[in-house]
């Protein structure tokens, strides 16, 4: 039986935790910074869950 390959797009992107959980950067710290407050840039700089409806999908592409 053939091993599954992990997406490594998604491998860059997603970083899973020690209890399992699935953790991404928020959106949105690209470009037009100058523009966003500060306290929304310190808002958006930290990590989130994975949503639950991509939590299946995420982790067969991690090879999980």
Do not use: F, W
């Amino acid at each position: 039986m053939p091993k599954n390959k992990t997406h490594s797009g998604i491998a860059k992107r997603i970083k899973v935790t020690g209890g399992g959980k699935l953790m991404r950067q928020q959106t949105g710290l690209r470009h037009r910074l100058e523009v966003k407050s500060s306290k929304e840039t310190r808002s958006l700089s930290g990590y989130v869950q994975v949503n639950k409806a991509d939590t299946k999908r995420v982790k067969k592409m991690l090879g999980r």
